[in-house]
């Protein structure tokens, strides 16, 4: 029987509950919490799958469009105007009696560190896919992103209304890209320009959208009959879900195995717990599909976040650090330009928080009080009069908060949570005022942006001007549209730089003899250091040092170690050649203290003067940054596309065909193609399209280092 479900209805009645429960973001029921954030390669349709999400909530009235400029999540103008999320962006609303708190992030690689500090306090995440490209090469950098705080996911395979969309090559690209086991919990209904809905393999139910379905808030929800063309392929994809998870659970193995087994006859209830516990413990993950530009597909992704992903319940906090009877919250974001306040985005793991509060910032020590507490909607701040364990607020008033802090009432006991990783500039460029009498309030906005922004530098170079450091050219272009509109400043930029690193193509030893007194105490120290270059198999490797003690050191094991590393980290900071970090080599360092005690000041510097002293006798190189390039070519042209990564001296790491078009894997030097979409825009007409993402520092040819060193007008 066909069953007419209308959405209208419950949209209005989701808007009066979002009203009701704005005073206060305190929910009895913790398990009814879905912390998500929406992460996808540009282009993917990420804030497309978010408006419709809101519209579908409730939560807003109209659709929004990126092409229209009208987005909710994407409120910064330069945002509308490129029609790209460069800032993550925080929403709240109801869903089949769930609270769903969404963060939606940038696609673009220059943006990273808003997808990297917004994972760090999510619970789980929706990936969403292009469906005719599958998993792209940004994709791949937030699925290893979501890796490292082992988030559970449900991927989202989106655009299957485009002509060259291909559901299964999609999820095949998650089993052979990601190195991950998808789940396949739909099957399409239709493809391209007749796609209409999906079936649920897991209730073997049929959902379809008309195409004047009210913007796809009415839909109609049917049993899958034997007569129905998609049955076969229903039963035929919830067999092999089976048969996947019966690899992963004893009992539904046990069904599997029994002569009498049918797999229509599993409960809908028994697979969708199975599959759920596969995903919070991430040896699965669950692929769904549709378009939202269509809007047909987005409210079975919905219902999809609370069956499958985690509540804050499932998601383990240190005990040690954060006890359930006091307040651990942390702040994992600083907006310090657009109000009087910064506001400070904060996920709260155990007790509440309310206006009033002395807090503890339990990094220094330093005490504020919470002025106010809101619950965001993107750009709209509602005030509320508290928020409770397993949201996400934001807090007014802590003048001494920054992202990455760990916060707690004045007088409890909670340990330094632990922060997010926040990625070294690649580039930098000098900056400068239109006029002199702009300098002071340029500095200013700096130091705010850098405030905001791990991933932005800004240091004075030796004749005062000032360097700024950030993650490529379109970073850049939006700091000074920026400065521009919101501080009303007119800058100047530089030509963009590479930000090389330092090594060492061979091994070499030096001792070093340091003997001083320090408040009429004599100390002498002698340092022996072997510096060697490190294996670059690891493109994540970093320095190593070590320390070996002889027997008159070894009873000062504890307290050398940390002289050592503080000496040996001071020297590596920059290098002798032009002053950039010294990277990966491995430091050997052997003491010698002529009578006891000896300070640990001594020490340091001791070592600090032997590794810059054996640096400065070996034979220093460049490092350069290497990015990752993934290039979708139309056949036609791929010729003349490879012969142009090569001449910006690429190496080709492998290349696809599909569809009349090529992809292409490469391996470039950053400062080849600092400027490289424009160009391939303009050398393919626009047909081309282009993504990359840094990869590794590589070691520069000799060539390669002396016209480098010609260019460097810093340091």
């Known amino acids: 029987m066909m069953i007419v479900v209308c959405s209208v209805c419950l949209r209005k009645l989701a808007a009066i509950a979002v009203r009701r429960c704005a005073s206060s973001r305190t929910v009895g029921d913790v398990s009814k919490i879905r912390n998500i954030g929406v992460l996808a390669h540009i282009d993917a349709g990420k804030t497309t799958v978010t408006e419709r999400m809101l ?147 897991v ?32 039963r035929k994809a919830r067999e092999s879900l089976i048969l996947e998870l019966a690899d992963l659970n004893e009992s539904l193995a046990d069904l599997v195995l029994a002569p009498s087994f049918d797999v229509l ?224 400043l007119d800058v100047r930029l530089g030509t963009l730089q590479v930000h090389y690193k330092e090594s060492i193509s061979g091994e070499i030893q030096h001792m070093e003899t340091l003997s001083t007194s320090v408040h009429g105490q004599h100390h002498s120290v002698t340092v022996s250091v072997h510096v060697k270059p490190l294996e670059r198999v690891d493109s994540d490797a970093e320095n190593r040092i070590n320390l070996l003690l002889d027997e008159c050191s070894a009873a000062l094991e504890e307290t050398l170690v940390d002289a050592v590393n503080l000496g040996a980290k001071d020297a590596l900071q920059s290098g002798p050649l032009k002053g950039f970090p010294v990277s990966h080599v491995q430091v050997d360092v052997t003491t010698h203290i002529d009578g006891l005690p000896c300070s640990p000041a001594v020490v340091t510097a001791a070592v600090t003067q032997a590794v810059r002293a054996a640096l400065l006798e070996s034979h220093v190189c460049l490092m350069e940054p290497m990015m990752a390039l993934e290039l979708s070519v139309p056949d036609d042209i791929v010729w003349q596309v490879l012969d142009d990564i090569k001449y910006h001296d690429g190496q080709v790491l492998n290349s696809e065909s599909a569809d009349q078009y090529t992809t292409i894997n490469a391996l470039c030097p950053l400062s080849k193609v600092l400027t490289y979409s424009t160009q391939l825009r303009s050398m393919t007409h626009g047909r081309a399209l282009l993504s990359m993402e840094f990869s590794r520092y590589g070691i520069m040819t000799p060539d390669q280092q002396a016209q480098a060193l010609q260019k460097l007008y810093i340091r």
């Open 55 to 201: 519209f579908y909530a409730g939560v807003t009235q109209s659709l929004g469009n990126v092409d229209a400029g009208n987005t909710v999540t994407d409120y910064l103008d330069l945002e509308r105007r490129r029609g790209i999320t460069v800032n993550s962006a925080a929403v709240s609303f109801p869903w089949a009696d769930h609270t769903i708190n969404l963060i939606d992030t940038p696609g673009h690689v220059d943006f990273t560190v808003e997808v990297e500090r917004s994972l760090r306090v999510l619970d789980s995440a929706v990936v969403v896919l292009d469906g005719s490209r599958g998993v792209q090469a940004q994709t791949t950098t937030v699925w290893r992103q979501a890796n490292n705080y082992s988030l559970p996911r449900v991927i989202f395979v989106n655009k299957l209304d485009k002509p060259n969309s291909d559901f299964a090559r999609a999820v095949q690209s998650v089993a052979t890209k990601l190195n991950a086991v998808p789940l396949v919990c739909n099957v399409p209904v239709g493809s391209g320009q007749h796609f209409s809905g999906v079936c649920d393999v």
């Open 203 to 234: 209730s073997m139910k049929k959902y379809l959208w008309g195409d004047d379905s009210e913007l796809g808030a009415e839909y109609t929800e049917c049993d899958i009959s034997q007569e129905d063309e998609y049955f076969e392929p229903a």
């Open 265 to 488: 006859s599993v409960p809908a209830s028994f697979l969708a717990h199975l599959i759920r516990d596969t995903t919070l413990r991430t040896d699965c993950f669950p692929v769904v599909c549709g378009t939202a530009l269509r809007n047909k597909g987005v409210q079975t992704l919905l219902d999809s976040v609370c069956h499958y992903l985690a509540s804050p319940l499932d998601i383990a906090v240190n005990q040690t650090l954060c006890r359930p009877d006091q307040t651990c919250a942390f702040v994992f974001k600083v907006e310090a330009g657009r109000t009087r306040w910064p506001l400070l985005y904060t996920r709260i793991y155990s007790g509440s928080i309310k206006q009033g509060d002395v807090l503890k910032v339990v990094n220094s020590g330093s005490l504020d009080t919470v002025k106010q507490v809101y619950q965001p909607e993107a750009d709209v701040m509602n005030r509320v009069t508290s928020a409770s364990a397993g949201h996400i607020a934001v807090l007014t008033g802590l003048k001494h908060a920054n992202s990455g802090d760990t916060l707690c009432h004045k007088g409890e006991d909670v340990g330094v949570l632990p922060g997010f990783t926040q990625p070294t500039p690649v580039v930098y460029s000098t900056v400068e005022a239109d006029s002199a009498s702009q300098d002071e309030r340029l500095r200013a906005a700096l130091h705010t942006i850098t405030r905001e922004d791990p991933s932005f530098t800004v240091a004075d170079d030796e004749d005062g001007t000032t360097v700024i450091g950030g993650m490529g050219e379109l970073h850049f272009e939006v700091i000074c549209e920026r400065l521009k509109t919101e501080y009303k």
